[in-house]
């Protein structure tokens, strides 16, 4: 099964403007996203899809593969599947570039349930399970509820499950990641739906899927590494690679 890895990466961002060519440890921030992919077992090929020439022209620098692409894409997930309508591959794996420390074994793990799982599973992510009341309290965190198939029931951007007496707690809590694979035929049509009512409430693409009664399949993994979201991010893994220096 062929399976096939892109980065969507954009300068453009209300947050962090350039955040794909800022410096961490004398990389881009994007070839540590783009590294940590390749050194994935299940995926053949990974790819950098952008708008921007100064982002092609640093992944080209670094001998990565990039895809131009529209600059009107409302999404990554847009961008993602404008260059999966290209490939010749069964499944496609959005992988966020601002995740310089995600662990390949994490990417890999989504990829698994497509060879072992029923045909119906079109798309998959993955979480990771805490306890931390504060954490699930974050609304920048989103949280998922699974059936005990695996199967996802809702994400939001609120704590959930709601723990309505303390003495049948504590909750398990999953944390969602930002990371899906989808079978390409369905990546295509998902692109092909306008914005859902929960979607549009939640600000959660994922959403779309499951108010079209699509079947997302959630893979539990034991580790959620750093994101660079903002410029205090950055600073943060800084800090982190001079300690463990």
């Known amino acids: ?40 077992r299940r995926l053949e090929q990974v790819l950098i899809a952008t708008d921007d020439d100064r982002i092609a022209a ?14 009107d894409h409302p999404s990554g997930t847009d961008r993602l599947a404008e260059v999966a309508r290209g490939l010749d591959a069964e499944i ?13 074994a994490t990417i890999d793990a989504v990829v698994q349930p497509f060879d072992t799982a029923p045909s119906h599973i079109m798309m998959t992510t993955a979480c ?20 005990a198939g695996g199967r996802a029931l809702y994400f939001s951007r609120h ?23 989808y079978r390409r035929e369905f990546l295509l049509q998902f692109a ?10 939640e600000s959660l693409e994922q959403l779309r899927a499951l108010e079209h009664g699509a079947g997302i399949h959630v893979v539990d993994v034991p580790e959620r590494a750093l994101g660079i979201d903002t410029p205090a991010d950055l600073d943060r893994a800084k800090r982190m690679m001079n300690d463990e220096r």
């Open 128 to 147: 990771v399970t805490t306890t931390d009341a504060s954490e699930a309290a974050d609304p920048n965190v989103v949280k998922a509820v699974v059936t």
């Open 58 to 71: 640093a992944v080209r620098g670094f001998g990565g593969g990039v895809v131009m692409t529209r600059a």
């Open 1 to 40: 099964m062929r399976a096939v890895g892109i980065i969507p990466a954009r300068f453009a961002s209300t947050r962090f403007p350039g955040k794909p060519l800022v410096d961490l440890g004398g990389k881009p921030l994007i070839q540590w996203t783009w590294e940590a992919a390749k050194r994935c």
């Open 92 to 104: 496609i794996v959005n992988i966020q570039g601002d995740e310089p420390f995600i662990n390949p």
């Open 192 to 201: 092909s739906w306008p914005p859902t009512p929960l979607e549009k409430a």
């Open 159 to 181: 704590p959930i499950p709601y723990l309505r007496d303390a003495g049948n707690g504590p909750v398990t809590y999953r944390l969602h990641l930002g990371l899906y694979a």
